[in-house]
């Protein structure tokens, strides 16, 4: 059973096009986080959100954590080829472990 | 760039040998964490560290051990290699395991069991 459901498992836009990708859960964390995989590397590290309804944004990044705590979105305005990646969002409840979903996988066409 | 290194990067292996993965890092972090990664899975804990010889198990342990005798150095070893350990292992370090802290992962290592 999967703690973290992401939503849409695939997106391919064309460039310019905005999108939004999501993370759900039944459960409540006190911490969620985006990261950014690109093949043949580690996830890096977006944007950490801790508080309900918490909104953050990185140049054209928005990312917004639900008001209960227990979801989260990432919207992308002017998506650019560069965008192109695997989109991971991990959360805790504990601080010890966090707990990943299995992605989003972007496509951004020239 | 945050000082953590992975290796090998990629290792071919039979079923049935040990196999060990380093992971090394710079930054003097306390914790480190061996996730693997399976299409469909996601990043999944198989063991983290606290600090020097403290370890605990994750979700997906069986299997695997860990060690760790130095701050800098945790390694990840496959006691009898099956193949349903072919996988992408990622170390990763962070300052606090807090909430308001976030992974640095490795580049990976790309293991095959034949």
């Known amino acids: 059973t999967q703690l973290l459901e992401q939503s849409p498992q695939f997106l391919s836009i064309q460039e310019g096009e905005n999108l939004t990708v999501y993370c759900n859960s039944s459960?409540?964390?006190?911490?969620l986080q985006w990261y950014r995989q690109e093949p043949g590397e580690g996830p890096v590290l977006l944007v950490t959100?801790?508080?309900?309804?918490e909104v953050k944004k990185l140049k054209r990044l928005t990312f917004q954590f639900g008001d209960a705590r227990k979801d989260s979105s990432l919207h992308i305005t002017a998506a650019q080829p560069g965008d192109t990646g695997l989109y991971l969002c991990?959360?805790?409840?504990?601080?010890?472990?966090?707990?990943f979903g299995t992605g989003t996988s972007l496509t951004v066409i020239p | 760039d945050a000082g953590i290194t992975q290796s090998p990067r990629h290792k071919v292996t039979e079923t049935g040998t040990p196999v060990t993965l380093r992971c090394h890092q710079t930054?003097?972090?306390?914790?480190m964490y061996w996730y693997r990664q399976d299409p469909g899975h996601g990043l999944r804990l198989i063991h983290y560290s606290y600090g020097v010889k403290d370890t605990d198990k994750g979700e997906v342990s069986d299997g695997y051990s860990v060690s760790r005798s130095k701050t800098e150095d945790f390694l990840l070893t496959l006691e009898s290699a099956t193949s349903s350990q072919t996988s992408v292992y990622f170390c990763?370090?962070?300052?606090?395991?807090?909430?308001?802290?976030?992974?640095?992962f490795g580049s990976g290592t790309r293991l095959t069991v034949v």
């Open positions: 959100v801790v508080t309900g309804g």
């Open positions: 990763a370090i962070s300052e606090s395991p807090g909430r308001s802290y976030g992974y640095t």
């Open positions: 991990a959360a805790t409840n504990t601080g010890n472990q966090f707990y």
């Open positions: 930054e003097n972090h306390r914790y």
């Open positions: 459960s409540v964390f006190s911490s």
